[in-house]
Every structure is written in structure tokens, then in C-alpha cells.
């Protein structure tokens, strides 16, 4: 277990920083009257906290807000520029990569393919390597860079740096986090990709107006994350929110998980191929027929008319819907976001999910969950891989070996 620092008078004043810092960096620019009112800490500890603040080039002092009259206040802004961080998404055979502000804002990117049957040793060199070439076509040295944050599918260790299993990838026990850190000697933090995203969403989505929600993922399989308090809850071993292994049919189709009737196999694009083998018969004229089935591709023919495209979509919203109930039932949220590649073709399947979904436990008590669609596009991966490292940099340095831009 991660060793907690020992409650002293050191640890209050690390906390209070970061109180403050965080403050600054969500909700400024702020004055420090504002901040008080905000933060609950007196006037005298925030002077003091913003002038070391000051002097470590964090916050800088910024036009003075808007006032009735009298003196007007000084309002204090993050210095987004104070340094950089990078963010990596690792695809099915691609890697994107981003090099962003302390904001999160994308300087530059990069993606590189890779072929499927990579190991991950060559994959991890490839994300060194590529790092090396984003920094250099920018002009940043590694000194400039604070953190590093890797967005992977699967099962995440995010304490141990270690991908314990990702079905995606083929991966099983890779421990990612080191031999990146070791070569740059930056902190590097890695998490589930779905969590990534939902990073970028707590903070630049959905989540702006939302304290509890989830995100659901739609693609080449079905992910969750869950924002409680607009914090993840990642479960005890790092797992929560391995949605698209609920069990919706009992012992229905075979999983790659080892389980039968997960909801991946009724509604990602496992489930496009599997539900075509039987409806084929029914729709022999398909154009899809000979085709390899992905939601791009049934997208098009659904476009095109094609009705074994329909009537598949219809099927996948119905059982997309089923989990949705599970979802909501189980944890209450106020929104479900929906995020992924499968959301390309979401009139031919969402309203179908939607009005299922309706008939959850709470629908007659009138306490209904909003379905929304992320508005953050694809970049969000890469940019909530970046908010990944960018946040722990300033969590209060409550245990011992947390890396911190603030002790
Ligand atoms: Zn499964």
C-alpha cells in the first residue's frame, strides 16, 4: 500500500497549497478575496500560499476584475505555460501522442502506426522514440516536460504502472509506466482509456455541469467509467466500470472474457459480426455481404438503405439499451455521456437505446438520467491521457513518493 505522510504541519501547508493551486488553475482568474470565499482558508494563509506561488512562476498576477467602484482587486491566473505535458493514446495500431500546456491545450500531436502483432517492448520504444521527435520538432527540452500520462484499453494498474490485462492489445502484465520514466526520468501515470477520456470530460465536458455521471464507450468493445463527485472511481484493483462484461443474456454468446452473454458481444462491433452470421440468411442481398463489419462500414450501407444495416443497428440499440438500465440502476447517475467510434452511427441505434433505456427503476419516480453525446471529439483521448498526468502533478502530496509540482 502507498505510504501515507505523517499529519504534520508540512502536510497542512502542501495541502493548503494545493487547495489553493487548484482553485486558481479550475476556476480563476480569481482575487484572493474570491479565493477565501471559495476555498474557506483566511485571507492571511492565502497572501502567504500566492506569494510562493508567485515566486515559483505557478500563478502570476493578471488584470484587475471588474468592480462597483473603489479599489479594485488584482486577480490571480495559473500560469498554464508554467511547463509541459505529454499525452499517449495507444490504439488497436496506431499510437497518437500530444504535447500540451498545463491546460491541456494541444501544442502539437502526432500519430504513428504499428502493426497488430508488435510486442509491447516495440511498442513502448515507439512511444519513447516518438516523444523524442515531438519534443525536438517543438523546441522542448524533457526539463520542460512535468509529467507524462498514457491512456491504454483494458485493465490498468495505475499505482503500479503496470497494463495487467488488455484483451485489445493482447497484452498481459506490461509494466508500461517504467521504461518510459526511466529513459526521461519524468513521473509517468497510466490509466484505462476510457477513464482518460472521462478526465477530459469532468473537465472540459459534460462534467462541467455535472457532479455524478458515467461515460459509456461504443466501439471494437464497451467501456464505463464512473464520476462520483466529479472524481473516477477505479475500484479496488483499478477494474470499475468493465461494463461490457455485465452479463445481459444468461449463458449467451461466448466472450472473450471467459464469461457468456456479456453486453460486448450485443452491442460493439463484436456484436455487428456476430448478429450478421445468423441475419445473412434472412438478408442475402446485403451489400454488406464479403464485408468486413465495423460501424464505419455498416454506417455506410445503412446510409445507403441497406436494410440488414438498419435492422442490425436497431438490434444492437435495443441490447445497448438493456445495459443502459443495468447502468442507471445501479449507480443513479444525473447524465450518461456516450463516447467512441460507434457513435458515428448513432441515429440508426440511440433512439432505440434511449426509449429502452427509459424503463429503468427510477423512470416512474420521474428522476430521470439525460443521455448525452460527447461534444469533445476525438482529441479528447490524447488531451484527458495529458489531464492525467497534468492533475496528479498537483494532487496534495498526501503520500510519500506522490511526484508533486507543489512540496
Ligand atoms: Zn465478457
Keep these: 500500500m502507498t ?3 505523517i499529519g504534520n504541519k508540512a502536510l497542512i501547508k502542501d495541502m493548503n497549497r494545493s487547495v489553493v493551486i487548484n482553485t486558481i488553475r479550475k476556476v480563476g482568474p480569481l482575487s484572493r478575496t474570491d479565493i477565501s470565499t471559495q476555498t474557506g482558508l483566511g485571507l492571511s494563509t492565502i497572501t502567504k500560499i500566492v506569494e510562493e506561488l508567485k515566486n515559483s512562476r505557478l500563478v502570476f498576477e493578471t488584470g484587475a476584475a471588474n468592480s462597483t467602484g473603489g479599489r479594485r482587486p488584482i486577480l490571480l ?3 498554464k505555460q508554467y511547463a509541459y505535458a505529454v499525452g499517449v493514446k495507444i490504439m488497436k495500431d496506431h499510437l497518437v501522442l500530444a504535447l500540451t500546456d498545463l491546460d491541456a491545450t494541444i501544442i502539437h500531436s502526432l500519430e504513428v502506426p504499428f502493426h497488430p502483432t508488435d510486442s509491447p517492448t516495440e511498442i513502448i520504444q515507439l512511444i519513447i522514440h516518438t516523444i523524442e521527435q515531438l519534443l525536438s520538432k517543438q523546441q522542448v527540452k524533457i526539463d520542460q516536460v512535468e509529467g507524462i500520462g498514457v491512456a491504454v484499453s483494458g485493465l490498468v494498474d495505475s499505482k503500479k504502472g503496470l497494463v495487467v ?3 485489445l492489445l493482447g497484452w498481459e502484465d506490461v509494466a508500461l509506466s517504467k521504461p518510459i520514466q526511466d529513459v526521461f526520468q519524468k513521473p509517468v501515470f497510466i490509466d484505462n482509456d476510457v477513464n482518460a477520456y472521462t478526465y477530459a470530460e469532468v473537465e472540459k465536458g459534460h462534467g462541467l455541469h455535472q457532479n455524478n455521471f458515467i461515460c459509456v464507450s461504443i466501439g471494437d468493445g464497451i467501456g464505463m467509467s464512473i464520476v462520483i463527485d466529479r472524481k473516477l472511481y477505479s475500484g479496488e484493483f483499478g477494474g470499475a466500470g468493465e461494463f461490457g462484461h455485465t452479463i445481459i ?4 454468446r ?4 471467459g464469461q457468456e452473454g456479456c453486453l460486448e458481444m450485443y452491442a460493439s462491433t463484436i456484436a455487428l459480426e456476430q448478429e450478421s452470421t445468423v441475419l445473412f440468411r434472412s438478408y442475402p442481398n446485403s451489400i454488406l455481404l464479403n464485408k468486413k463489419l465495423t460501424f464505419d462500414s455498416v454506417y455506410d450501407a445503412a446510409l445507403a438503405g441497406d436494410e440488414m444495416a438498419i435492422v442490425l443497428f ?4 435495443y441490447y445497448l439499451g438493456i445495459g443502459l438500465i443495468n447502468a442507471i440502476n445501479s449507480f ?3 447524465t450518461i455521456v456516450l463516447i467512441g467510434e460507434g457513435m458515428i452511427a448513432q441515429e440508426y441505434f440511440l433512439p432505440t437505446a434511449i426509449t429502452k433505456a427509459k424503463k429503468n427503476f427510477f423512470y416512474h419516480d420521474r428522476y430521470e438520467t439525460k443521455v448525452l453525446i460527447s461534444r469533445l471529439g476525438n482529441d479528447a483521448w490524447v488531451k484527458g491521457a495529458a489531464i492525467l498526468a497534468i492533475n496528479q502533478l498537483f494532487q496534495p502530496p498526501i503520500y510519500e513518493s506522490t511526484p508533486s509540482l507543489l512540496s
Design 3 to 5: 505510504k501515507l505522510r
Design 77 to 79: 491566473e495559473f500560469n
Design 165 to 167: 490485462r488488455s484483451p
Design 249 to 252: 443474456q444468461v449463458d449467451g
Design 254 to 257: 461466448s466472450c472473450h472474457c
Design 314 to 317: 436497431d438490434k444492437l440499440g
Design 332 to 334: 443513479n447517475p444525473g
